[in-house]
């Protein structure tokens, strides 16, 4: 039976789910907000479909599975604020719904670890945000729904390589200050499994297994291309945007066992040196 994928914000990740799928066949229809990504898009296998005029009714009878990228605003999610009613029409036919959110909706544990049955306490708006998108989605009741916990993603073209190089790196010192992070290609593979075996309702965190304050890892991307480790900066005296500022808002170690356990997954890149390292292999 045919699969047929609506990718609902086709960027970066789902950019990386889509080469998995590619290959076995898939049908992909990818939404952007600019008719200028179209020609990438289709060069890449992907159906383009230009958000502002509408979905094209075949996105939706085909569609067997969905995946919402989208980030929330102050309306809330904007999939299910433009097209709640369609996706409930399609309800009885999907196979897997996935949505994208973030480990930020556990707020901060001072470094602590938290797992999917942690408490959500967002202390950032954009956190927040998160956690009503998350309702919102499971509120639908219809949907086979699995969400998608995000630690910070890197890859290809994303990563602290390029910052390196610009001399734009900085090593910001704030105490006791953890993040996890991920792989795009492991989020891929993640997605890509949960598909293959639906678990509605499911909830996983999507990280690798090794936390780590933000400084070690410039610190060994600059050893990686052979050039002096950036200078230690102060958190309290760091020249930083809001958006940058309220990254340190929140320390905590993200526990991925059930995504490894249930999902049968060995991750590619399962720390931070391993990713690094394939990056600069890859040029990335």
């Known amino acids: 039976m045919s699969k047929t994928l609506l990718s609902f914000g086709h960027g970066y990740t789902a950019q990386a789910l889509a080469k998995l799928l590619l290959p076995e066949g898939w ?3 990818g939404t952007t907000r600019n008719q200028s990504d179209f020609r990438g898009l289709e060069e890449s296998g992907i159906v383009p479909v230009l958000w502002s005029e509408g979905m094209p009714e075949n996105a939706f009878s085909q569609a067997s599975h969905i995946l919402i990228s989208t980030a929330p605003d102050a309306d809330g ?3 299910l604020h433009e097209y709640e009613s369609q996706i409930k029409e399609m309800a009885k036919g999907l196979d897997w719904v996935g949505y994208l959110s973030t480990t930020g909706v556990y707020g901060d544990h001072q ?14 708006k954009r956190g927040k945000l998160r956690v009503e998108a998350e309702n919102q989605w499971k509120s639908m009741g219809c949907l086979p729904l699995h969400i998608f916990r995000l630690a910070g993603i890197y890859g290809p073209g994303r990563g602290p390589f390029e910052k390196l190089r610009q ?7 704030k105490e006791n ?11 891929a593979q993640v997605l890509a499994a949960s598909m293959a075996q639906p678990n509605p309702g499911a909830v996983y965190n999507v990280c690798d297994n090794d936390p780590a ?4 890892v410039i610190g060994h991307a600059a050893e990686l291309l052979g050039i002096k480790v950036p200078p230690d900066i102060p958190f309290g005296s760091a020249d930083l945007t809001p ?5 340190y808002a929140e320390s905590k170690r993200v526990r991925n066992d059930r995504m490894l ?3 049968s997954i060995t991750l590619r890149y399962p720390t931070y040196r391993d990713g690094l390292k394939a990056l600069m292999r890859d040029k990335g």
């Open 27 to 29: 049908t992909i229809y």
């Open 77 to 79: 999610d904007p999939v």
């Open 111 to 124: 470094g602590g670890w938290v797992d999917e049955s942690t408490p959500l306490t967002p202390s950032t």
């Open 167 to 173: 001399g734009k790196a900085r090593r910001i010192i």
């Open 177 to 187: 200050q953890v993040f996890s992070r991920i792989h795009v290609e492991d989020i």
């Open 213 to 216: 304050p933000p400084q070690d």
């Open 243 to 247: 958006m940058a500022r309220s990254f």
């Open 261 to 263: 356990r249930e999902l």
